[in-house]
């Protein structure tokens, strides 16, 4: 075997290849319908199991734990709590981020689950786990149907 | 007994674990896959199927990589699949090879795992990016680091468990891979320097992190029939087991791997064990970060939820306590090259039941042995217990 210790690949002999390819991600029926109503009025809905009751945050078309089609969809408000959190200092490449950004998982209350989003309007050392948070949207003429039209969350 | 035939390891065999070795991934699977079929005194002629577990195809940057592979893992002419479950594929590939013999289908089966990551340049990072979903994750600019680092809070919050008690587990691990030919990241650091080095994503630290690597490990099944011609110590697969949960991250309660638990509790029932942390004698648990070797424990039943911490504080984890947990040196130390990692840890437990590990060995006489990998979206669990 190779025994060398070699800290940069490009020391190598080697080919330097590409993989980069396009994509175009539909949003699928459930998310369609999720982010259309997010863009359009600002609402957060969820998708409720009418057999087992389980409600679905992000929603979906089916119920993943019993088969049954969804069809109930249930507005959920855009109030939550911090579930868990993080604050990351370095972006993918392990360079330092300008301002460390906060992500947490919100979990809203009625419904299984909630969305993972990014913290705003606070400081990283005053962030707890279970505080009251809710979604601040971007202005109606800058939302686009995805994730991103909310611009992260707040402390209530 | 399930399954038509009994089955057993009868050699291992796996490279180094470093980043940026110059071995294609062919040759590394090649070199693993050769010791192996060495150990157990056979000609690749002797082989009936070849399992190859490889996880995303973007590390090692070739579309398809499991035909790429196909020729270093000797399946030239053969019946040859890849399995691919993420980070779980490692220690998967060995329950497909169980099968694969278990069936009566074929009397031997290679399995082989790789990973070389260091060919995704300048980081792997990147290809970690495209594994999470694409609409309602994607977007947030996810990284791989940012994501576990929720989990750790969640685990930390719920127990009370503090950073000082999770870093102990990269301090055993990196210590016990001083003594692995194998290992990339053997070294004598201390809980302060996991707590000085640099924070990435609170609460997770550099020295909380496995390292980028490439590298290959195989183990050759038998039937028992086969197995017993050719050896006096075959090492039996007693159990196998493997599960999934949802791919959503906040319907998980992250806190606890509910997948890790059934995947056990299907390859306990199957051994026959009742109360694993008196029955296992020693186990190879999945620790890409520090604090999930802790979660992974109270998955596998061998720890009570949120005592794996208490445990480990009090000197069970290590080599020489009464259930030492990693004594390889696990991905923080031996090194963490995907799919090869989690096959390393059944080559682990193979030695360790054959008396074989050298200064790795475990006191005792270890009899039962467990490993266990976790990967996909974080929510996969695949488990291997052995006896000999």
């Known amino acids: ?156 | 007994m399930v399954g038509k035939k009994r089955v057993a390891v009868i050699g291992a065999g796996m490279t180094k674990f470093r980043r940026n070795l110059k071995e294609t991934g062919k040759e590394l699977s090649y070199e693993a896959s050769k010791m192996a079929l060495d150990q157990a005194g056979l000609e690749l002629s002797d082989i009936k199927s070849v399992v190859m577990g490889t996880a995303p195809d973007a590390f090692d940057g070739v579309h398809m990589k499991g035909e790429y592979l196909a020729d270093g893992a000797g399946a030239w002419e053969k019946p040859y699949s890849r399995v691919f479950v993420g980070g779980g594929t490692g220690v998967f590939a060995v329950d497909a090879g169980w099968w694969h013999v278990a069936s009566g289908k074929f009397d031997t089966c290679l399995v082989v795992g790789e990973e070389k990551m260091s060919s995704c340049y300048p980081h792997p990072a990147y290809a970690f990016t495209t594994i999470f979903d694409q609409i309602y994750s994607r977007p947030l600019g996810v990284t791989l680091i940012w994501i576990f680092a929720l989990e750790m809070h969640r685990y930390m919050h719920v127990h009370g468990i503090t950073k000082e008690e999770i870093a102990l587990v990269s301090v055993k691990n990196k210590r016990n891979a001083l003594d692995h030919p194998c290992a990339q990241l053997g070294a004598n650091i201390t809980v302060e320097d996991v707590l000085n080095s640099e924070v990435l994503c609170w609460p997770v630290q550099r020295l909380d992190i496995s390292p980028t690597s490439d590298g290959a490990a195989a183990l050759v099944l038998a039937s028992e029939d086969v197995a017993k011609k050719l050896t006096d110590d075959p090492v039996w697969i007693d159990g196998v087991g493997w599960c999934i949960d949802s791919t959503y991250w906040t319907n998980r309660d992250l806190y606890y791997p509910q997948y890790v638990q059934c995947a056990a509790q299907m390859a306990y029932k199957m051994a026959g064990i009742k109360n694993p942390p008196k029955e296992i004698d020693v186990a190879e648990v999945y620790d890409p970060f520090d604090y999930k070797e802790l979660h992974h424990m109270e998955g596998l039943m061998l720890a009570r939820k949120g005592q794996a911490a208490k445990l480990t504080a009090e000197g069970v984890t290590q080599r020489d306590g009464d259930l030492p947990i990693n004594p390889s040196g696990g991905l923080l130390g031996v090194g963490n090259p995907i799919a090869a990692a989690g096959t390393m840890k059944c080559c682990e437990i193979f030695w360790q039941l054959r008396g074989e590990a050298g200064k790795r060995q475990v006191k005792g006489d270890p009899r039962t042995g467990l490993a266990q990998a976790w990967g996909d979206l974080m929510q996969y669990g695949s488990v291997v217990v052995m006896r000999s």
């Open chain 1, 1 to 156: 075997m190779s025994t060398e210790k070699i800290k940069d690949a490009r020391r190598m002999v080697h080919w330097p290849g590409h993989m980069e390819t396009d994509y175009i991600y539909t949003l699928g029926i459930a998310g369609e319908k999720f982010f259309t109503e997010m863009k359009n009025s600002g609402r957060i809905f969820a998708a409720k199991c009418k057999r087992c009751g389980f409600i679905y945050l992000p929603p979906r078309i089916y119920c993943e734990r019993c088969f049954e089609k969804l069809t109930e969809w249930i507005n959920v408000g855009t109030k939550g709590e911090v579930f868990t959190y993080t604050v990351a200092y370095v972006d993918v490449d392990s360079s330092k981020l300008k301002e460390p950004t906060i992500y947490a998982y919100i979990k809203f209350d009625g419904a299984h689950g909630g969305l993972i989003h990014k913290l705003g309007e606070v400081k990283h050392e005053d962030v707890q786990i279970g505080m009251p948070v809710e979604a601040v949207f971007k202005p109606l003429a800058e939302r686009k149907a995805n994730i991103n039209d909310i611009k992260y969350f707040k402390p209530v």
